[in-house]
């Protein structure tokens, strides 16, 4: 899951300085389930943005992730009568949601959250952050633990000299990610595994910008 | 070969210290403590940018070293350069003649005074270890052939007192099959756990060198237990140093780290001393210790 956090009112208003009449779009995905920009949150924020003064022509929540262009723009041109007068938009779900409906409108749109991280979601106030999206997936070497993520370094063989009682020497309320490697590992009967020498990791399957069209075999191909 | 290899394959009983270079570059003081040092030591160890504060660097000060006859021993730690750059790195320490090189992971920015800069960890003490090989067998990380070929006398660092013990011992297993020649431990104050340790690794069959820092006061002995990974100074060593007034510290300390590396001595094969300033009573040391003859 994509973790996104409400931005500061202030520095949304800020954005909208010069805007009279807004709509609102909020993800039904990530950000409802993280309680950052579904029903109640995108109503929240139209009452507040009234409340600042601003004309609130409409607002609606994507049924399906704000970042699928199909079923944003169906949504969009379904609204068109409160879509069309608004002069700016406020989009509540991650960058990706943000530029889907920027693509799809000729009026600026902003952010009202910040996009933090793709996280485990453990319960509806805890998650934490277990994929960097790096493009070479490690775990099945790391006993599905990701020291990529995990370890504040991303080492690839081991503990560095600076954990103390388990936990990192970064933050010491943390665990060391590749503690837990090695205890995973032990409870699995894997510890073998620990000896295999990772070489360095190949940024160069980093794809970033990433694009993937995969009816475009021959761009497939070059990875 | 450099001496302090030869040394330590013809199994003698080796010492090292350890220089910090300045922020700045006056090296003035920096090279009175190495002169201090050197007919006492077997080589120095000059440090990459401790605890990730921004020094002048590793390099240039081996050189220095170097050129006064003093064998320097190279730290590098990946936290600040990526393959490309470790390994030109490597290459120049050979044209200039430094062979020994010590492969660090490196402390996280954050614990130094630039924590806004980027980390890099490109490389791993692992795979630096690897990229040493590499260039040994005269080609570099991408497989690219060298034209001339360097030496080194690569070494890892380990942590006895680490907890759990289990992960720091198998990366050590990792460093010697990735090509670490020597072991400087952290420092190590407790000879029983010390004794422990060496008897867990013996099947690795490398050669260490137990990591000793000069005791200086209660204080910093009470920070260490705190703050620094691995370490942990026994209560009964606290007081001792903390029951004698501030002239006779320097004294006491030398007698604490004496009777420390008397004790360890026979299960290792060196010392690394760490002192922080106190270079002055190395030679004292080594005499309490019985790895000199007195003067």
Sequence with gaps: MIITEQKELDEILHSLEGHERVFLVGCGICATTWSTGGEKETREMAARLAEAGKDCTGWIVTEEATCDVRTTRRLLRRNKEQVGPADALLVLACGAGVQTVAALVDVPVYPALDTLFLARLQNLSVCDERCRLCGECILADTAAICPVTLCPKGLMNGPCGGYEDGKCEVDRERDCAWVAIYERMEMLGQLEQFKIIHEPKDWSKDRHPGFINKRDKKALGRG | ?295
Aim: charged residues 20%; hydrophobic residues 45%.
């Design chain 2, 1 to 295: 070969m450099s001496n302090f290899a030869e040394s330590i394959a013809a199994d003698k009983f080796v010492v090292t210290a350890e220089v910090g270079p300045p922020k700045g570059t006056d090296v003035a003081h920096l090279l009175e403590m190495a002169e201090l040092l050197r007919d006492h030591v077997d080589a120095i160890n000059v440090t990459d940018q401790q605890s990730s504060v921004m020094m002048l660097g590793s390099l240039a000060v081996c050189h220095l070293l170097h050129q006064r006859g003093i064998e320097p021993v190279f730290q590098v730690t990946c936290r600040d350069r990526n393959r490309i750059a470790l390994q030109s790195d490597l290459l120049s320490a050979a044209v200039l003649g430094i062979e020994n090189v010590l492969c660090l992971t490196g402390d996280y920015v954050t614990l130094g005074d630039h924590p806004q800069a980027k980390p890099v960890f490109d490389l791993d003490s692992v795979t630096l270890l690897r990229a040493v090989a590499a260039l040994q067998e005269g080609h570099d990380l991408a497989g690219k052939p060298l034209r001339g070929v360097p030496a080194f006398f690569p070494g890892a660092v380990v942590s006895p007192g680490a907890n759990p013990l289990g992960p720091q011992i198998a990366k050590m297993e990792k460093k010697v099959a990735a090509g670490a020649r020597f072991f400087q431990t952290q420092a190590v104050y407790d000879p029983a756990q010390f004794e422990a340790f060496v008897r867990r690794v013996e099947y690795l069959h490398v050669p260490i060198l137990v990591g000793i820092i000069l005791l200086k006061s209660a204080a910093m002995a009470r920070f260490m237990n705190r703050n620094v990974a691995g370490v942990n100074v026994p209560d009964g060593l606290i007081e001792e140093i903390g029951s004698v007034p501030r002239p006779d510290r320097p004294a006491k300390a030398v007698e604490i780290a004496a009777r420390l590396i008397r004790d360890v001595k026979g299960m290792c094969q060196g010392v690394h001393v760490m002192t922080l300033g106190w270079e002055r009573y190395v030679p004292q040391l080594l005499v309490e210790s019985r790895l000199a003859d007195e003067e």
